[in-house]
């Protein structure tokens, strides 16, 4: 049963980087794909960019472009979401999740994603 915990969420000002981690208890991380989501207070849950087991980046919010990029460490098991230029609606939980297949799903809503971490809290204030 694969398992997934987010660590590194925080209190940031606006203009400051948080760096995520996602550690995947899995034989081996090299197969899977993980993708982050964050949830807003009171919003959906929002798909922001996956990586495919290939490398493969794929954005879903336009927001994060140019902010956001992910990594991965498959020795440690851990893919990364490093947050630079934060704002102020960055601001809520963020999960990350694995689909059923080792490429990140068209559209990256939160039903393409099976398996979930318990999310981490990132708070952007000033």
């Known amino acids: 049963q694969l398992q997934l915990v987010e660590s590194g969420g925080g209190l940031v000002q606006p203009g400051g980087s948080l760096r995520l981690s996602c550690e995947v208890s899995?034989?081996?991380?090299?197969?899977?794909?993980i993708g982050w989501f964050r949830q807003a207070p009171g919003q959906e849950r929002e798909g922001l960019v996956c990586l495919s087991s290939t490398d493969r980046t794929t954005f879903y919010a336009d927001s994060t472009k140019g902010r956001f990029s992910v990594s991965r460490d498959n020795a440690k098991k851990t893919v990364y979401l490093q947050m630079n230029n934060l704002k102020i609606e960055d601001t809520g939980v963020y999960f990350c999740?694995?689909?059923?297949?080792?490429?990140?799903?068209?559209?990256?809503?939160?039903?393409?994603?099976?398996?979930w971490g318990q999310g981490t809290q990132v708070t952007v204030t000033s």
């Open positions: 999740a694995a689909p059923d297949d080792a490429s990140c799903p068209v559209g990256g809503t939160k039903y393409q994603f099976s398996r």
């Open positions: 899995v034989l081996t991380l090299d197969y899977y794909a």
